[in-house]
């Protein structure tokens, strides 16, 4: 569920931090507030399955600054920018630097539900990507070099007689080393097996 998310608040305004956390807490979902973007940096914990609404103009550290920061970092956080002065330049210069999102203030309790739900509903389904892809990549780690030649044989779509030649093996030892690799990588089919090859073969690397 997606409102199983945490939402960091970070507004320099209490007025609007505490009316955003009321909203947040009647919809059923839990947040924290922050009344500056260096506050966030220094406390905010578990970034994982969370969600940032930022305000856009605050004293030292603005929204956008905060966000560059956060990628710097490497953090993908989903981000949502608030502004009250509807500067298309500013919400330009927020989905450059990554925001998922933008809205101006003032904004209504819908508008702000329906975007948070958007946002955090893309979120979870790129972490859940990530995931599978990971798990791909460690599955293609498991393979020995030979392992890994003979896939890329069948992910090419060779029949066995073609890998086995050119790897100068026999057609039975190719057959084996399929079966071999259809258990390591716990692939049910040829199509969930050539799947999860496409999905991790960016980062594989080979052992003997």
Not at 27 to 44: I, N, P, V
Not at 48 to 76: W, Y
Not at 149 to 169: E, F
Request: glycine share 6%; hydrophobic share 40%; proline share 2%.
């Amino acid at each position: 569920m997606t409102n199983a998310f945490l939402i960091h608040i970070v507004d320099d305004e209490e007025p609007v931090r505490q009316s955003l956390s009321f909203l947040l807490a009647a919809s059923g979902w839990r947040s924290r507030k922050y009344a500056s973007a260096a506050e966030f940096l220094d406390t905010a914990e578990d970034l994982e399955d969370a969600c940032l609404v930022t305000d856009l103009r605050m004293s030292e550290m603005n929204g956008i600054e905060l966000l560059q920061r956060l990628r710097k970092n490497g953090n993908t956080l989903p981000v949502i920018v608030v502004t009250g002065h509807g500067d298309v330049l500013a919400a330009v210069d927020a989905m450059k630097a990554g925001a998922s999102d933008f809205i101006e203030k003032p904004f209504s309790e819908e508008a702000m539900l329906a975007t948070l739900t958007r946002v955090c509903a893309a979120a979870q389904e790129k972490s859940q990507v990530r995931h599978q892809h990971q798990m791909a990549r460690e599955k293609l780690e498991s393979l020995s070099t030979r392992e890994r030649q003979v896939l890329d044989g069948v992910v090419n779509g060779l029949p066995n007689k073609s890998i086995a030649r050119n790897l100068g093996l026999s057609p039975r030892t190719v057959e084996v080393y399929r079966a071999t690799i259809m258990t390591k990588m716990h692939a049910h089919s040829l199509a969930e097996l050539v799947r999860m090859a496409v999905e991790g073969s960016d980062q594989y690397v080979g052992r003997d």
